[in-house]
């Protein structure tokens, strides 16, 4: 079992930034690729970003390309997800999620509880 907690969600302007933190425990860190979803009202949870294993793969949804940034600390057990130039589109409930494979598939195995995410207008 690997447990993640999320953190550093909030409300936040247009245009402003957040880091999301998610810390995992449980199991070897860096045997597990990681991702953050979101789900905002009314819509599906779709994949925001992810990195493998070692950290040298990203891949980003194309609507939060060059203003996201997801990155890891296996030291710390820590993937990170910077938001910049927040939109009001973003906001969403944003879930950590792990999986025990070298690059994050859609239906991970594990999930953090999320956090909101609130960018007003």
């Known amino acids: 079992q690997v447990q993640l907690v999320e953190s550093g969600g909030g409300l936040v302007q247009t245009g402003g930034s957040l880091r999301l933190s998610c810390a995992a425990s449980?199991?070897?860190?860096?045997?597990?690729?990681m991702g953050w979803f979101r789900q905002g009202p009314g819509k599906e949870r779709e994949l925001v970003a992810r990195?493998?294993?070692?950290?040298?793969?990203?891949a980003y949804a194309d609507s939060v390309k060059g203003r996201f940034t997801i990155s890891r600390d296996n030291a710390k057990s820590t993937v990170y997800l910077q938001m910049n130039t927040l939109k009001p589109e973003d906001t969403a409930v944003y879930y950590c999620?792990?999986?025990?494979?070298?690059?994050?598939?859609?239906?991970?195995?594990?999930w953090g509880q999320g956090t909101q995410v609130t960018v007003s207008s």
């Open positions: 990195i493998s294993r070692s950290g040298a793969g990203t």
């Open positions: 449980g199991r070897t860190f860096n045997d597990y690729a």
């Open positions: 999620a792990a999986e025990r494979r070298l690059i994050l598939s859609s239906t991970p195995d594990y």
